[in-house]
């Protein structure tokens, strides 16, 4: 079974900071997803990502294969942005489905 | 266009009752999965159809679990004799054809056993 470990758990942040949440898995995958959920909300897709790198506004995610880690990073926040970012990867360890990370709660403070 | 659709949204069960949740999935997409999101926990994969064949159900916890797709569209999550551990928000997701495609997911039911 595919481990995903997000880190950190929780970040709390100032208006305007670069954030960062990391990703890392232990099998290897076909695809790697960042996911946001806001509180009591379903769930976003933000990005699907195999290979390098994908920027949407001013979400911006990478990946490096070989090292099996990624990383979300989000430009210049605002307390919108503040909710669970989950990273899900698959197929790989054995299911069909995505296996989860248990998620990072950001909280951006005006 | 209508996204995934799911049905109740929350669901309040005494223990031993069978519940049934419903999953209307994209027009058009093939896949069709569901997850069990324990609170302060990511999702968990249950399941997983291609059209009207479930082609993965290792997730499914035990065998009060029965999910279906008989026509290929719209699904339904059993869960027969309820347990106060089932007590969970249950997800779905549809997309085009498999993992290599992004997944939509749905709201979510909110599962109460008491």
């Known amino acids: 079974k595919n481990e995903v470990e997000q880190s950190p758990q929780n970040l709390t942040a100032q208006e305007g900071e670069f954030i960062t949440i990391n990703c890392s898995y232990s099998v290897g995958i076909s695809a790697l997803h960042w996911l946001q959920q806001h509180p009591g909300g379903g769930i976003v897709s933000l990005f699907m990502l195999s290979s390098g790198k994908k920027k949407h506004g001013r979400l911006i995610a990478t990946i490096n294969i070989q090292e099996k880690h990624s990383s979300l990073h989000i430009t210049a926040s605002h307390p919108r942005d503040s909710a669970v970012y989950i990273c899900a990867v698959g197929p790989g360890g054995g299911a069909d489905g995505l296996t989860f990370g248990k998620g990072t709660h950001l909280i951006i403070q005006p | 266009g209508a996204g995934v659709s799911q049905s109740p949204r929350y669901k309040v069960a005494k223990r031993g009752q069978d519940v049934a949740l419903r999953c209307d999935p994209i027009s058009g997409h093939v896949s069709l999965f569901w997850y069990q999101q324990a609170l302060g926990q990511g999702p968990e994969f249950l399941t997983y159809f291609q059209n009207e064949a479930q082609l993965d159900k290792s997730g499914l916890p035990s065998d009060r679990f029965f999910a279906e797709r008989p026509e290929g569209s719209v699904s339904t999550l059993k869960i027969q004799r309820t347990q106060q551990e089932d007590s969970a928000v249950y997800l779905c997701?549809?997309?085009?054809?498999?993992?290599?495609?992004?997944?939509?997911f749905g709201p979510g039911t909110r599962l109460t056993v008491t």
């Open positions: 997701a549809s997309s085009l054809v498999g993992l290599r495609y992004e997944q939509y």
